[in-house]
């Protein structure tokens, strides 16, 4: 595969549309569309992104519990259970932005951090965007969401009812469907 050009079709205040032109194996032209946090991507920078989200997997101190997140997405039009997780502000590294959204969408409190984990596509399917996910220790009260523009429903879950939220058929991003899957069996 051979990048032969790419377009902006739509610049948007949070996600830009980009159509990439490339030679395929049988060398013929083909187009590709995706999305990209970065406004301002060229054939020059395409593949150079840096990650622009973190997740949090937040256990309780003990390990017994996780959080977990329902969360009304509009791109589904229903409530979708995920880690929490959101955008690094510019200046941020991974660690303060996890604090900063675990506090924002849990009201909990970020005590440990386990692991950092090497940055990772969100849906390379459809996007560019890559993403770090923070391993961590919280303690606190779980609060509402600060944000009117989100419905965030947050709450602890203990591996049987992780069992029963995946045997339900419970809406769940990909990532946060095969780590509940590995942890609850674990």
């Known amino acids: 595969m051979k990048l032969l050009d790419l377009k902006q079709i739509h610049k948007g205040k949070f996600l830009s549309y980009y159509v990439a032109s490339y030679l395929n194996k049988d060398n013929k032209i083909k187009e590709y569309e995706f999305i990209s946090r970065d406004p301002n991507l060229t054939k020059d920078t395409f593949g150079n992104n840096v990650p622009a989200g973190v997740g949090m997997v937040p256990f309780s101190l003990d390990k017994q519990k996780v959080v977990l997140q329902s969360e009304f997405r509009l791109a589904t039009n229903k409530f979708v259970y ?41 849906s390379p399917g459809t996007s560019d965007e890559l993403m770090q996910i923070v391993v961590c220790l919280v303690k606190g009260e779980i609060k509402e969401s600060c944000f ?38 674990s």
């Open 148 to 185: 009117v523009d989100e419905e965030i429903k947050a709450r602890w879950y203990t591996k049987e009812e992780i069992k029963t939220l995946l045997e339900e058929g419970a809406y769940m991003s990909v990532r946060t469907q095969m780590f509940l899957w590995q942890w609850a069996n």
């Open 82 to 122: 995920n880690f929490p997780a959101g955008l690094i502000d510019e200046g941020e590294t991974p660690e303060v932005a996890a604090k900063r959204e675990l506090k924002e969408e849990t009201g909990l409190d970020l005590v440990k951090i386990e692991a950092v984990l090497s940055p990772t596509y969100a």
